[in-house]
């Protein structure tokens, strides 16, 4: 077998088998991808992720900076194909947007901002439609229907409503974006998200340590350290001693395991003191593992969350791969009582003998596991008329070795939060009171769409006074209070001037930092990978702050 060395001492060396799981990141169908140019990224998010995205489809209404700096961000990792639709024609108020060059003037916008856009990355093909985004959802909203993106930027709010309500319907992610001066905006909007990947940060190990199957413990129980010499003894995988340590209290504790704080502590020093000498590596890493073995085991409540939903509970012929997995896992944790095995170990310190003899005891486990939840997927398959092993053998390895991690979001639609009755009204005030926030510039963002539907332009724009505009938009804000239930809280007429002053202007340092934030969201929902922002967030660029909301 091939293995891959990690760890930078002598005594510390993790060797991994590459195989079992590795060709998870992999489809069951053919990929084309350029592994030189993209190598970065396919380090993030496999090729899966990368196939994922170059079978892409975008589509950005309205060719602003921060449309095209969103788009930017695609097109270099890869995504399949992107469509710019805009009407508008370049003039000199665009020059803010580093894809129009001098000289385009008079030339459609959508036009000259694909061009550039393809110029980026010869894999992409891009198209544009030189065509009144308001129109186009007025007139055709099933030409939306080719894509699996859409990005509404800067649209009016009844066209975003009415956009929105298709695009939910046919399940389709939508993001909507503004930029009002040093304000940014972004808004996800889709039925339901899945993700098996979601890579947390500080992700757990799955040890079994409180929860042994038998080989483990057989095998741990068969380390006899009497007759080690001191190299063997310092080298013995801090599993082993965790285990044998936590067998022996049992035996003294009526089979209980360490359970209050001062019985932890004297189990841990028990650990310790049970090394023949200072500095032996392994010893170190099982005290400070310790409580792992102490913690019952236990199901993430995000992961019981997904096993216990009724989309798991009661399968149809049109349940996703996603669902038909949780199902199949719910039936393997019903009668073993715990998920299915990763299969995998964390460096640690240990001979290259000891390291794989354990790493394969956790393999062996960790396949059985695969064929049991297997078993279960088929004959769930086989219920709603579907053939076997119609899910990718792959996708069941994928799934199983994530599942302490999968995750289902269920997004609110614009009709809930805007609606009095199911709005989230209170969490609003809250955020009103708190001078962290940034809730008072969604309510300002919200009124400028009022008064943007009642006047045809945003305040401050030519065509109107900054005092009357300032007064219109104050009504406007107190409008939208009211629609929320908040009739007795207020805005700082500050704020109201403020966006007055900024006259719906685009800056570029905050259309490319709203643009980052939207292509790394419209990534994680293509990928289904990572945690995607659920569901709304607003940038202050006076403050150089953020607020992330679930409205």
């Given at each position: 077998k091939r293995f891959e060395k990690i760890g930078t001492t002598k005594a510390k060396f993790s060797l991994i088998p590459i195989g079992f799981y590795q060709k998870m990141s992999a489809t069951s169908a053919p990929t084309t991808t350029d592994t030189a140019k993209y190598d970065r990224q396919l380090r993030l998010w496999g090729e899966e992720g990368q196939h994922l995205l170059e079978t892409s489809h975008v589509c950005l209404l309205r060719s602003t900076a921060s449309g095209c700096e969103t788009l930017k961000n695609l097109v270099l990792p890869g995504i399949g194909q992107f469509t710019v639709v805009d009407d508008k024609l370049v003039d000199d108020s665009d020059f803010n947007n580093f894809f129009v060059v001098e000289g385009s003037?008079?030339?459609?916008?959508?036009?000259?901002?694909?061009?550039?856009?393809?110029?980026?990355?010869?894999r992409v093909k891009g198209h544009f439609l030189q065509k009144n985004p308001v129109q186009l959802i007025n007139d055709d909203l099933s030409y939306f229907s080719q894509f699996n993106i859409v990005i509404a930027n800067n649209l009016p709010q009844d066209?975003?409503?009415?956009?929105?309500?298709?695009?939910?319907?046919?399940?389709?992610?939508?993001?909507?974006?503004?930029?009002?001066?040093?304000i940014g905006y972004l808004r996800v909007v889709v039925p339901e998200h899945t993700i098996v990947e979601s890579k947390p940060d500080n992700p757990a190990d799955d040890l079994r340590l409180s929860f042994p199957f038998p080989k483990l413990s057989e095998y741990a129980n068969g380390v006899d350290f009497s007759k080690m010499d001191s190299t063997e003894h310092s080298h013995t995988p801090y599993v082993v001693i965790l285990l044998q340590h936590m067998k022996k209290w049992k035996e003294e504790h009526n089979g209980e395991a360490p359970k209050t704080y001062p019985e932890k502590n004297q189990f841990k020093d028990k650990v310790i003191k049970s090394s023949i000498k200072a500095g032996e590596l392994n010893f170190d890493e099982a005290y400070k593992a310790a409580h792992k073995v102490c913690l019952p085991y236990s199901i993430p409540s995000s992961t019981k969350a997904v096993l216990d939903d009724p989309k798991?509970?009661?399968?149809?012929?049109?349940?996703?791969?996603?669902?038909?997995?949780?199902?199949?896992?719910?039936?393997?944790?019903?009668?073993?009582?715990?998920?299915?095995?990763?299969?995998?170990?964390?460096?640690?310190?240990?001979?290259?003998?000891?390291?794989?003899?354990?790493?394969?005891?956790?393999?062996?486990?960790?396949?059985?596991d695969l064929e049991s939840v297997t078993s279960f997927l088929n004959a769930s398959l086989k219920s709603i008329g579907k053939p076997e092993n119609s899910v990718s053998q792959e996708e069941v390895k994928k799934f199983c070795k994530n599942s302490l991690f999968i995750t289902a979001i269920r997004y609110r639609s614009l009709e809930e939060e805007y609606n009095q009755l199911t709005c989230k009204g209170s969490e609003i005030a809250a955020g009103l009171t708190d001078p962290d926030s940034n809730v008072v510039w969604y309510i300002v963002l919200r009124a400028s769409d009022l008064f943007y539907s009642k006047h045809g332009r945003y305040p401050g724009e030519e065509g109107g006074s900054t005092s009357d505009d300032?007064?219109?938009?104050?009504?406007?804000?107190?409008?939208?209070?009211?629609?929320?239930?908040?009739?007795?809280?207020?805005?700082?007429?500050?704020?109201?001037?403020?966006?007055?002053?900024?006259?719906?202007?685009?800056?570029?340092?905050?259309a490319s930092l709203l643009g980052g934030i939207v292509s790394q969201e419209v990534i994680k929902i293509i990928t289904h990978q990572f945690s995607p922002l659920n569901n709304t967030i607003v940038f202050n660029g006076i403050k150089s702050t953020s607020t992330a909301l679930s409205l």
């Open positions: 003037q008079g030339q459609p916008r959508a036009k000259v901002c694909s061009e550039l856009l393809n110029e980026l990355n010869d066209s975003v409503f009415k956009l929105a309500k298709f695009c939910w319907e046919k399940k389709i992610a939508l993001f909507v974006t503004k930029i009002n001066g040093f798991a509970l009661n399968l149809t012929a049109e349940s996703s791969n996603f669902w038909l997995l949780a199902s199949a896992v719910r039936q393997f944790v019903e009668r073993e009582g715990v998920l299915p095995l990763m299969g995998s170990l964390p460096d640690m310190t240990s001979t290259t003998e000891g390291y794989i003899a354990l790493q394969k005891l956790y393999q062996e486990k960790a396949g059985q300032e007064a219109a938009l104050s009504q406007a804000v107190q409008e939208v209070l009211n629609g929320l239930g908040l009739a007795d809280s207020s805005v700082d007429s500050s704020f109201v001037g403020e966006l007055v002053r900024f006259a719906g202007a685009e800056i570029h340092p905050i």
